[in-house]
């Protein structure tokens, strides 16, 4: 048998001063480490409002922005694994909207840079085009930890299930999703999506997402959750500040897959386009 994994989602709210946010993150993060969670996931964008227009103002290159080093200090003062949600990175003469995962002595286990652009004009809710502002990623993205293989994408990739299916391909067996759903598309699809990914990969799926926050110029849907390889959520946050917490067995995910074997199943041969 495997250990269980204790995991703490920080649903936290950002506003718009960077340092308020990082100070809000940290303090966060410490309470998840203290009461028990080995893991700890914060959401999408958690640095800087979600706009456009400040990506470049709030955007750090690794190594040296302020926020990312504060993610690296964290996990290596609290030792646990931190995947910290995402923040704008500069890199190679663009930004990204980019995931940091850190290990417990501080260092860098991978990034994942969002693949799927937010473009959407939704009647009756958002007009929000990331493409305005940020460049995609090229990569799905597994860590191997020695507490399990996770999965890291970010908001918008949760809706591509080629994207989960190949981090479970590649042994992911928890797939984490830092996000910031809005208040139509998150009430419609949020728990939907993350049930589904945990069914069709039988792996645990946690989706973190910010606090809901009614002055922000994009208000957040929250919800932040963890679904279970059999489709069960058993950590449930609303749209209020916090932190919650759930038990990952990754005993449940090989009980799953063995007596349902969906994965020995697949029919590679007949998904190609011709």
């Known amino acids: 048998m495997r ?18 946010n990082n100070l809000k993150a940290c303090s966060m993060i410490i309470e998840a480490a203290k009461q028990g969670s080995r893991l700890v996931i914060l959401p999408e ?46 890199a190679d003469g663009a930004i990204y909207n980019t ?12 990034k994942h840079q ?22 995609a990623g090229r990569q799905a993205t597994v ?22 299916r190949m981090m479970v ?24 999506l993350l049930k589904a990914r945990a069914v069709d990969n039988q792996a645990y799926v946690v989706g973190a997402g910010q606090a809901t926050n009614e002055q922000a110029c994009y208000i957040c849907y929250g919800n932040s959750a963890v679904v279970d390889p059999w489709g069960r959520i058993t950590a449930q946050a609303g749209g209020e500040e916090t932190i919650i917490y759930a038990d ?3 005993d449940l995910v090989a009980k799953t897959r063995r007596e349902l074997p969906l994965l020995k199943h697949r029919r590679p041969d007949l998904y190609q386009l011709k």
């Not at 995931?99 to 991978?110: A, D, K, T, V």
């Not at 391909?169 to 939907?192: D, K, Q, S, V, Y």
């Open 143 to 164: 860590i191997e930890t020695p507490l399990g293989i996770i999965g890291v994408c970010v908001c918008y990739d949760i809706r591509f299930p080629e994207l989960s």
């Open 45 to 90: 964008m958690f640095n800087c409002p979600y706009k456009t227009t400040v990506f470049s103002k709030f955007a750090e290159q690794y190594p040296g922005g302020k926020t990312i080093a504060m993610l690296s200090e964290a996990a290596r003062q609290e030792q646990i694994y931190l995947v910290g949600g995402s923040v704008p990175e500069l």
């Open 169 to 192: 391909l590649r042994g992911a067996e928890l797939i984490i999703i830092p996000a910031a759903f809005n208040m139509t598309t998150g009430p419609a699809h949020w728990e939907l």
């Open 114 to 135: 969002k693949v799927h652009l937010f473009d959407a004009d939704i009647t009756d809710g958002p007009c929000f085009q990331e493409s305005k502002a940020l460049s």
């Open 99 to 110: 995931s940091f995962i850190f290990g417990p002595s501080g260092e860098l286990l991978g």
């Open 3 to 20: 250990k269980t994994l204790k995991i703490g989602i920080c649903q936290m709210p950002v506003t718009e001063d960077k340092d308020v």
């Open 248 to 250: 990952i067995d990754f």
